[in-house]
Each structure stands twice: as structure tokens, then as C-alpha cells.
């Protein structure tokens, strides 16, 4: 059974400062996206990525796969409070035959105060 | 194009009750996706569909039912609500051919209350 795990669950951090979420999963994929999601809101697909040693930047944010190491990073630069949102890495267990099943982490929660 | 609708957005049952999420996209997916999604826990997987005619079951399936008549419209069934299906239900589309899929795109998602 795949198992997607995020750390830290919670993030509190000042506008300017730099931090980066894990992303560590328990059964070999290549195959892995973040999604922001808006108190609310639906999810927003952020990056997709596809091959080991992808690395994805969009603005402030960038993400990155390892898979031998089966794990994530998505790194924030100099955050701005618009940056606060719950943040999923979604792992995808793609078969040819029965399709993509993605698997999410419990998520992270991101603060950016002033 | 509209995306992904879902419909109703929200809907209240009384326990043992029935009822419909409609969910239709109108950019000619053929992969579609139910998650619901419960506090501190993510979305999970319920039921999939690789295109018309076939479904497929998820992580947690039990008491869902889903069909595929059209590549448009995959609607979830609620065959007796029950308090633990309380949650918010998304669905999801994406483009696949020949196996390779593509990132989901979610609809806006369904807030459920069963009493």
C-alpha cells in the first residue's frame, strides 16, 4: 500500500524568509504533483512532475523529484503572505491498464505573517 | 469551456437517504475521478473511470456506486447516507491515450452533511 507523507504538517513563517516542504512516499513512482488548495476552494495543480531529478520553479515556488529517494521537495522563496494555502504532493501509481491512482499527503498548512 | 462541474455544492441528508453528485466535464477526458476529502487527511481515491463503459474501485468504495454511460458525465451514488460520509467530494478529468496520463483537473467540489 502506498503511503504519502508530508512534513511539517504546519508552517508558520515570516514574509521573506525561504522554507521548503517534503514530500516522501513508501513505493517507486515517477510520477508526482503539487496542488495548492484555498480555504474552500478546489485544488489548483501547481507542478507536474514526470522523471527523477525534475525540477519545476513558477515564481517564488519550486519543486523538485528524487526518486530513487521516493521524495519531493517544494521550496519557497522570500514567502509572501499571498503564499498562505494547504499545499498536497500527490503521488501517482499510473498502470497502463487500470489508469492513474493518485495518492495524497495529509497536506501542509502554510502561514505567511507579515 | 466550463472544466469540471460538479453539482449541487452543497446538500444536506438525513441518514439512510440516497441521492446523486452530478459531475460533467466538456474537455473530452476519458480518465475521470472521485476523492472526497475529510480534515487532516488529504483526498482519497473512491471510485475511477478509464473512459465510457468502465469503472473501476478505489481506496474507499464502500457504499458508492458509480457509473460511465458518457465520456461527459460520471455521476457518484450515495446508496444509503450514513454520518461517516459526511466530507466534501471532488471530481477530477484528465486527458489520457495510449497510458500516459496527465495531470487531474478538479471540479469545485460537493459539500455533503449527513445527519
Known amino acids: 500500500e502506498l503511503k504519502v507523507e508530508q512534513n511539517p504538517l504546519f508552517l508558520s513563517m515570516q514574509e521573506g524568509k525561504n522554507y521548503t516542504i517534503y514530500c516522501n512516499y513508501s513505493?517507486?513512482?515517477?510520477?508526482l504533483y503539487w496542488y495548492r488548495q484555498d480555504p474552500g476552494k478546489s485544488l489548483e495543480s501547481l507542478f507536474v512532475l514526470l522523471s527523477n531529478g525534475a525540477v519545476k520553479q513558477e515564481g517564488r515556488l519550486m519543486a523538485s523529484l528524487d526518486t530513487k529517494a521516493r521524495l519531493s521537495t517544494l521550496h519557497i522563496t522570500a514567502a509572501v503572505h499571498d503564499l498562505s494555502a494547504t499545499y498536497f504532493c500527490?503521488?501517482?501509481?499510473?498502470?497502463?491498464?487500470?489508469?492513474?491512482?493518485?495518492?495524497f499527503g495529509e497536506g501542509t498548512q502554510l502561514t505567511v505573517n507579515p | 469551456n466550463a472544466g469540471v462541474t460538479q453539482t449541487p455544492k452543497f446538500q444536506v441528508l438525513k441518514t439512510g437517504q440516497s441521492m446523486t453528485l452530478q459531475c460533467a466535464q466538456d474537455?473530452?477526458?476519458?480518465?475521470m475521478s472521485w476523492y472526497r476529502q475529510d480534515p487532516g487527511m488529504g483526498l482519497r481515491l473512491i471510485h475511477y473511470s478509464v473512459g465510457a463503459g468502465i469503472t473501476d474501485q478505489g481506496e474507499v468504495p464502500n457504499g458508492y456506486n458509480v457509473s460511465r454511460s458518457t465520456t461527459e458525465d460520471f455521476p457518484l451514488r450515495l446508496l444509503s447516507a450514513a454520518p461517516s460520509q459526511t466530507s466534501v467530494y471532488f471530481c477530477a478529468s484528465s486527458y489520457s491515450r495510449g497510458g500516459s496520463y496527465n495531470e487531474q483537473f478538479f471540479g469545485p467540489g460537493t459539500r455533503l452533511t449527513v445527519l
Open positions: 500527490a503521488v501517482d501509481l499510473l498502470k497502463e491498464t487500470s489508469g492513474s491512482r493518485l495518492t
Open positions: 474537455m473530452n477526458h476519458e480518465y
Open positions: 513505493t517507486t513512482s515517477d510520477r
